[in-house]
């Protein structure tokens, strides 16, 4: 099992940036995919960011360009970072933790964060 808690989020301005914070604990490998998504009201969970412990990004298309991952492999946490924010950018955050590189085994979940995006 691993365990995940979220931090961040909020009211944040349009064109301005989030910074939202995932640590894990439990029972980690050393191979492991780390990242963030994210739902909006009435869609489904679509993908921000991930990271593996390998390096591999994999990035959201309505995010790209926008979106920065930063993992400390040691610490187990991953920050995101989200640029020139959208009102499409409002939903609930969910930090997301999976022990393969591949995307084998299951995906363990946060609880999520909620971010509004207004101007």
């Known amino acids: 099992q691993v365990q995940l808690v979220e931090s961040g989020g909020g009211l944040v301005q349009t064109g301005g940036s989030l910074r939202l914070s995932c640590a894990a604990s439990?029972?980690?490998?050393?191979?492991?995919?780390m990242g963030w998504y994210r739902q909006a009201a009435t869609k489904q969970r679509e993908l921000v960011v991930t990271?593996?412990?390998?390096?591999?990004?994999n990035y959201g298309d309505s995010v790209r360009g926008r979106a920065t991952i930063n993992r400390d492999l040691f610490k187990f946490t991953a920050d995101l970072v989200l640029n020139d924010l959208k009102a499409e950018d409002s939903g609930v955050y969910y930090c997301?933790?999976?022990?393969?590189?591949?995307?084998?085994?299951?995906?363990?979940w946060g609880q999520g964060t909620q971010v509004t995006v207004s101007s």
């Open positions: 990271r593996t412990s390998g390096g591999w990004l």
């Open positions: 439990g029972t980690i490998q050393a191979r492991n995919t």
């Open positions: 997301m933790f999976r022990n393969s590189e591949d995307g084998a085994g299951d995906m363990y």
